[in-house]
């Protein structure tokens, strides 16, 4: 247990509908992390938000869309989806972006299927 | 933009050996990290090491960001070792990024 809760756990979905990954850290960290992980490509990280503002945006297509509400808790919303686009999805947490706070503590992942 | 290899893709120990895994990157970096997933694929961040060696425990790693690659330690290997290390590199050169490197699969034999 890390403190990070990833919800749902396995998700399976049409290219057509719309669903959202959560992500909670109960940790009292700033800085919030989406990461994926596909089968044959390597750990991609794909945003990073830091006191609920985005830093890093890795060239991640408009069909996910990450919402940050609050420092304990991301959201990505999926929408239009490719098959290619299952992956593992994990979310993360660090205290800070600084030398020395940015160790990041991982969920479990979402494992999303898309049909 | 950044490129990361790590070496080598896989690798076998005998329980209690030693090992060292390497991570070359191509640009200069702000920030470079080792992480290991366990075969259960629980992500771990093991060191955030731009430059410098730091030591936890069993493992260590070492930076040289001038010569780009940096070297993870594992020594008097245990079953629990086993999984896939990453490293992963920072620049912010043509925007900031973070890349992956493949990984290496660790198996430790008991």
């Known amino acids: 247990e890390t403190g990070v809760t990833q919800t749902p756990r396995h998700l399976v979905m049409g290219m057509t509908n719309k669903k959202s990954l959560k992500c909670e850290q109960h940790?009292?960290?700033?800085?919030m992390y989406w990461y994926k992980q596909s089968a044959k490509k390597p750990l991609e990280l794909m945003f990073v938000?830091?006191?609920?503002?985005?830093?890093e945006n890795n060239s991640v297509p408009s069909r996910f869309s990450p919402e940050c509400p609050n420092s304990s808790h991301l959201f990505l919303h999926l929408h239009t989806l490719q098959p290619e686009d299952s992956a593992l999805y994990l979310c993360?947490?660090?205290?800070?972006?600084?030398?020395?706070?940015?160790?990041?503590?991982f969920g479990p992942g979402t494992r999303l299927t898309v049909l | 933009g950044i490129q990361v290899e790590q070496s080598p893709p896989d690798l076998i120990l005998q329980e209690g050996a030693n090992s060292t895994l390497r991570c070359n990157f191509s640009?200069?970096?702000?920030?470079l990290q080792w992480f290991h997933q366990n075969p259960w694929g629980q992500l771990i961040n093991l060191f955030y090491?731009?430059?410098g060696t730091k030591q936890n425990g069993r493992l260590s790693a070492t930076t040289v960001a001038t010569e780009r690659y940096s070297l993870l330690y594992i020594s008097s290997s245990q079953t629990t070792d086993s999984g896939v290390y990453f490293c992963?590199?920072?620049?912010?050169?043509?925007?900031?990024?973070?890349?992956f490197g493949a990984g290496t699969r660790l198996f430790v034999k008991a």
């Open positions: 993360a947490s660090s205290q800070d972006l600084g030398p020395g706070t940015d160790t990041q503590y």
């Open positions: 940790l009292g960290h700033n800085a």
């Open positions: 938000y830091n006191f609920k503002e985005q830093t």
């Open positions: 640009d200069s970096v702000n920030n």
């Open positions: 090491i731009p430059s």
């Open positions: 992963a590199a920072a620049s912010d050169t043509g925007g900031f990024k973070t890349i």
